[in-house]
């Protein structure tokens, strides 16, 4: 046999061989399923946090689907296997692989994380989303969680928020003084320079503490959400100016180990899942708030209006102090703070000449 038609037998036969060997190892990593528990910071049947389109069940559904049964996950609301948020030590200890809560509950342990769901007088639900995808959010909120073995991404949004309920009305920045609410977050640290005692409750135990006084005060979502819990028999006066909350995202946080054990292609899938279900739920709450609210004023006897100006502009100079003094304490915080603040700055010159003017468009073609 001449040499040049022994090295090409050889390369034919090797490249086979190669085929062989490979295909089986393809065919075991797409034939292994994965069996998964999520638990959530939000009780049963809870809309948007747990069931209805773009929420958790949602988003297991969906990936149980596109995986083709390969990744399947079983989901458990607040309290049918852990406590309401304990969800980010269970995740990072591996006694379960997933997660859906808020990033603010973990404050106490990662103080940045509080900007990967929102910053009071921050971005709105375009601005945030397209910060964290696309200008460096998801790799800061990544490292930040690297030390916990978490995995984060956002699986939801609810888009601007409401500043609660109050059981008297707010008409000065001295009305704050002793008032007991229940707030989470960055903007509890705000209130508590006005003199809010703040409180920190799941959605499940808002109601009875507002219905019996043991708060004075709670804000928790919007018009679809808060009616649903019936805050409406416990406080008649609801303020409408979102400032603490212009965006909320829902946090999806995966144990690192269990993320890595998945193919890149059941990888690509819980991505893709999370993201539609991040799109999906803000266009639901989009869809269900305006019918709610009405019916709220209309119907329920609740006075829904903005906080009085003196007050906005208050909270937003106390905002700016709270985020800059933390930003100086920790190194993290200054680099998350500073990366969002940039990013904001430059998403506010496109609003102001995009959404600002369309909105002002809008309403002076309905007041005419």
């Known amino acids: 046999m001449k040499r040049r038609t022994f090295v090409k037998a050889g390369l034919i036969g090797g490249a086979a061989a190669a085929t062989t060997f490979a295909k089986p190892n393809i065919a075991a990593a797409q034939s292994k399923t994965f069996q998964w528990k999520m638990t959530n910071a939000y009780g049963p049947g809870s809309p948007f946090y747990v069931t209805g389109p773009g929420s958790p069940t949602y988003f297991c559904e969906l990936v149980k689907n596109m995986s083709g049964g390969r990744l399947q996950i079983q989901h458990f609301a607040a309290g049918e296997l852990i406590p309401a948020l304990e969800g980010f030590d269970a995740v990072s200890k591996g006694t379960v692989e997933m997660n859906s809560a808020n990033s603010y509950f973990w404050a106490?342990?990662?103080?940045?994380?509080?900007?990967?769901?929102?910053?009071?007088?921050?971005?709105?639900?375009?601005?945030?989303?397209?910060?964290?995808?696309?200008?460096?959010?998801?790799?800061?909120?990544?490292?930040?969680?690297?030390?916990?073995?978490?995995?984060?991404?956002?699986?939801?949004?609810?888009?601007?928020?409401?500043?609660?309920?109050?059981?008297?009305?707010?008409?000065?920045?001295?009305?704050?003084?002793?008032?007991?609410?229940r707030i989470p977050g960055l903007a509890g640290k705000v209130y508590a320079q006005l003199g809010v005692d703040v409180k920190l409750l799941p959605g499940g135990e808002i109601f009875p503490a507002l219905e019996r006084g043991v708060i004075d005060a709670a804000e928790f979502v919007g018009p679809y959400q808060d009616r649903r819990l019936g805050l409406q028999k416990a406080a008649k006066y609801y303020y409408t100016t979102g400032w603490h909350e212009p965006s909320n995202v829902?946090?999806?946080?995966?144990?690192?180990?269990?993320?890595?054990?998945?193919?890149?292609?059941?990888?690509?899938?819980?991505?893709?899942?999370?993201?539609?279900?991040?799109?999906?739920?803000?266009?639901?709450?989009?869809?269900?708030?305006?019918?709610?609210?009405?019916?709220?004023?209309?119907?329920?006897?609740?006075?829904?209006?903005?906080?009085?100006?003196?007050?906005?502009?208050?909270?937003?100079?106390?905002?700016?102090?709270?985020?800059?003094?933390?930003?100086?304490?920790?190194?993290?915080?200054?680099?998350?703070?500073?990366?969002?603040?940039?990013?904001?700055?430059?998403?506010?010159?496109?609003?102001?000449?995009?959404?600002?003017?369309y909105q002002s468009q809008i309403r002076g073609a309905i007041s005419a």
């Open 250 to 357: 829902t946090e999806l946080i995966i144990n690192a180990k269990a993320w890595a054990s998945l193919p890149p292609d059941l990888q690509a899938i819980v991505r893709a899942a999370a993201a539609a279900c991040n799109v999906i739920s803000h266009t639901w709450c989009e869809a269900t708030n305006a019918e709610a609210l009405d019916d709220l004023v209309k119907n329920q006897g609740v006075t829904a209006q903005p906080l009085p100006p003196q007050i906005v502009a208050k909270l937003r100079d106390v905002t700016k102090q709270v985020l800059e003094e933390n930003a100086a304490k920790d190194a993290s915080v200054k680099r998350v703070h500073e990366s969002f603040m940039k990013f904001k700055a430059n998403h506010d010159k496109w609003a102001g000449v995009s959404e600002a003017v």
């Open 108 to 181: 106490g342990k990662v103080f940045a994380a509080q900007y990967f769901t929102v910053v009071p007088f921050g971005l709105n639900f375009q601005g945030h989303t397209a910060w964290i995808y696309h200008g460096g959010g998801q790799q800061l909120w990544e490292e930040l969680y690297k030390p916990f073995d978490l995995v984060p991404m956002a699986i939801g949004n609810t888009g601007v928020q409401m500043t609660g309920w109050y059981r008297k009305p707010i008409t000065s920045v001295d009305d704050y003084k002793g008032l007991k609410m």
